[in-house]
């Protein structure tokens, strides 16, 4: 069964550090792999698309990397800010661009 | 590019009524639309999927005749909460997709989603 998992479930950190995300997934194949932010009450919003021949994409803070041998891609965050506090999504796209597996999603709250 | 709008935002129903939520993908066709609901706290969880001209696919679960989808044209999908009940109360988020041939291969935008409160 193609699957997304995402770790950690929640995660609190303090104003200013980093961390990252993980996205673990068995989709085969897979045409792209998306990152979405989501703050409370709104939709989700994209943060980077990496195909599966790309290696790394970064969005100003946001930097993702993809792993196609490992099927492991994370999300790093450098030098948090209060406005990342939100849920991290992973979305992996299947090969004919037509079947969308969601993750479920990491909670962050970035604490003063 | 690829702004998907969903109206309205926010709805207090009574009831037994019956709301609908619109879907408009303003710039580009959307070929496939997906329906979420999200409970407090929880992650998205996928309703349906609808693709343009056919009948909605839904999920495991899911009420088709609770919850109608329409997806008549490439740029609207509408989501018919029937005779709605307290429980029904939740966030719910579409988004849409479509090729573009470029080397993403597609756009998948989501909506800013509608808060559905049934008193």
């Known amino acids: 069964k193609n699957q997304v998992e995402q770790s950690p479930q929640s995660l609190i950190i303090l104003e200013g550090k980093n961390c990252t995300l993980q996205?673990?997934?068995?989709?085969?194949?897979?045409?792209?792999l998306r990152w979405y932010k989501q703050d409370t009450g709104r939709g989700p919003v994209s943060l980077t698309i990496?195909?599966?021949?790309?290696n790394t994409k970064s969005n100003g803070r946001y930097t993702a990397t993809l792993d196609a041998d490992t099927k492991q891609s994370s999300l790093h965050i450098t030098a948090s800010q209060l406005s990342d506090s939100a849920s991290y999504i992973c979305?992996?796209?299947?090969?004919?661009?037509?079947?969308?597996?969601f993750g479920s999603g990491t909670k962050l709250n970035v604490k003063p | 590019g690829a702004v998907v709008s969903q109206h309205p935002s926010r709805v207090i129903c009574k009831s037994g009524t019956s709301v609908k939520i619109e879907c408009r993908s303003l710039?580009?066709?959307?070929?496939?639309m997906f329906w979420y609901r999200q409970f407090p706290k929880q992650s998205l969880m996928l309703m349906a999927t609808?693709?343009?001209?056919?009948?909605?696919?839904?999920e495991q679960g899911v009420e088709k005749d609770k919850f109608l989808i329409n997806h008549a044209s490439l740029t609207l999908s509408t989501l018919t909460v029937t005779s709605a009940h307290p429980e029904d109360s939740s966030f719910y988020i579409c988004?849409?997709?479509?090729?573009?041939?470029?080397?993403?291969?597609?756009?998948?935008?989501f909506g800013a989603g509608s808060r559905l409160t049934v008193l």
């Open positions: 996205c673990n997934y068995t989709v085969s194949p897979f045409s792209n």
């Open positions: 609808s693709n343009e001209g056919s009948k909605a696919t839904y």
């Open positions: 990496m195909t599966f021949s790309e």
């Open positions: 988004s849409a997709s479509a090729l573009t041939g470029r080397g993403s291969g597609n756009v998948l935008t």
């Open positions: 979305v992996v796209i299947g090969y004919n661009f037509n079947k969308f597996y």
């Open positions: 710039d580009f066709q959307a070929t496939t």
